[in-house]
């Protein structure tokens, strides 16, 4: 039955006596179909005789159009291969629950429907929907849109994601920025949400949108309040003070367990992980993870609106400095200590102070003013980022001590060249070292490989170099001599 036409039809050939099967031939309508709105027709006009019943509704009952029961329908597009393909999908879903643990990186509903889209099925949205709930037994979840004017609103938030890098699992966090008059979001990884971090996002989305928003808003993170002061007030951080100072913008923290107060930055932070980290969960590195985090964000922001609303933002300053700056002593090992853990300087510096400014994700060093060195900041607790280079007018002096130093273990590459062709030769291979000091890691290895350089009593087994070499290539070919290791003691 799919109109009134056909309704009408159905009931004026039954009151002219015709039976169901002759009516059913005549226009192509199931018998059970004509049966049942016969059988309806007759009971609404029997009701109208009724006086206690409700004329008007009976009334619209019998001239209305008919309505289908699809409580039990089957779609007729939903095909036996949908229902097998989108079994795989969340199977897969239940697989990375498995891996991740909790987390928050679901594939949407959405996302579902596009990629069975893109397979070649021919299925709406609605269907898939229905199905995903019937099989997960899950309900859609509501947001609210809110609007504001360009350049007034920034929203920031953090979100978990957990990755696979290198074949193991651990738990990342987004710092998440979102503008909901311009529906523009931004996210950059990191792997801990400590102050550093909170700060160094601020001044990065700043700089990559050149300007700045007239407030900021936030839930109640340790990094914006510091400690709630009766029922309603806050201390603020001084630090996101002097920041907002210094750029000019409002902070705005929310109430607490208000998350909607901020619902934009609060969709944002579901919608770039699902986007970004549901079906894409491994990588070999963590540069990959955030290189990748960058693309995708480029593509879900094609449709925003920026580039209208930087033209309504304050005026950009230059980068804010965010260094943490300290006087430490090198030790007798020439080491300095940094939030427990230890960084190696020149050797010359031994029992002096040197100036530190401390990054997030680096450590500078300097001694009067001038840059002795640069270290990748450590993530850990009492290990050390050590340099051969610092060392080697000491290791002249003594060449017996690099067989067994850290220096040298440190880089294990360094360390198998050594063994295998150098052990009788110690000199030789530190005065190769200080010729080329400056040289990266990679352009290091290919010089001490060459045959000018190997005792003449190993060249004919040069190709072992290779084999004792090359599998840790593939683990440390991001690593430079300058830049150092991390290794626990």
Not at 340 to 353: A, K, M, T
Not at 368 to 383: A, P, R
């Amino acid at each position: 039955m799919k109109n009134l036409m056909e309704k009408h039809t159905i009931i004026k050939l039954k009151q002219q006596g015709y039976s169901n099967r002759k009516v059913s031939k005549m226009i192509g309508v199931d018998r059970k179909t004509i049966a049942k709105y016969w059988k309806e027709f007759n009971k609404q006009m029997h009701l109208l005789g009724e006086t206690a019943a409700p004329i008007t509704d009976i009334q619209e009952t019998i001239v209305s159009k008919p309505k289908y029961d699809s409580l039990n329908r089957k779609p007729s597009k939903y095909t036996q291969e949908i229902d097998q393909r989108l079994d795989e999908i969340l199977s897969e879903e239940r697989r990375k629950d498995q891996l991740l643990g909790s987390h928050k990186q679901k594939l949407t509903k959405y996302q579902v429907h596009k990629m069975l889209e893109e397979e070649g099925f021919n299925i709406g949205y609605t269907t898939i929907a229905v199905k995903i709930n019937q099989k997960t037994n899950k309900n859609k979840e509501c947001f609210i849109k809110q609007t504001y004017e360009y350049g007034d609103r920034l929203e920031y938030d953090f979100g978990e994601v957990k990755l696979m890098i290198d074949g193991k699992l651990d738990t990342y966090y987004m710092a998440v920025l979102s503008s909901p008059a311009a529906d523009f979001r931004w996210a950059f990884l990191y792997k801990n949400q400590k102050k550093e971090v909170f700060m160094d996002s601020h001044v990065k989305f700043f700089e990559m949108v050149g300007g700045v928003y007239k407030e900021v808003v936030y839930d109640n993170m340790r990094n914006v309040v510091t400690k709630f002061i009766g029922r309603n007030g806050k201390e603020i951080n001084e630090d996101l003070i002097k920041m907002s100072m210094y750029y000019g913008f409002n902070i705005n923290v929310t109430n607490c367990f208000s998350g909607n107060e901020k619902g934009h930055v609060e969709g944002s932070v579901k919608i770039i992980r699902n986007h970004v980290f549901a079906l894409n969960y491994e990588f070999q590195r963590l540069e990959d993870a955030e290189m990748y985090l960058n693309s995708q964000l480029i593509k879900m922001n094609t449709s925003s609106k920026i580039n209208d609303e930087k033209l309504n933002l304050l005026t950009y300053k230059p980068k804010l400095e965010l260094a943490k700056i300290s006087i430490n002593k090198v030790n007798k090992y020439s080491f300095i200590r940094i939030d427990n853990n230890f960084y190696s300087v020149p050797e010359y510096l031994i029992g002096r102070d040197v100036t530190v400014k401390t990054y997030f994700d680096k450590i500078v060093i300097y001694s009067n003013n001038h840059l002795v060195t640069e270290h990748k900041k450590i993530d850990g607790f009492n290990q050390i980022c050590i340099d051969i280079n610092h060392y080697l007018k000491s290791m002249h002096k003594k060449p017996g001590s690099i067989k067994n130093s850290l220096a040298l273990k440190s880089v294990p590459e360094l360390k198998s060249i050594y063994d295998t062709y150098f052990n009788n030769n110690p000199k030789k291979f530190i005065e190769i070292l200080a010729e080329n000091k400056e040289k990266s890691l990679k352009d290091l290895i290919n010089i001490l490989k060459k045959p000018v350089h190997m005792p003449s009593s190993r060249i004919p087994i040069i190709t072992n170099v290779y084999s004792a070499t090359e599998n840790q290539m593939s683990l440390y070919s991001n690593l430079y001599i300058k830049g150092g290791t991390e290794y626990g003691n």
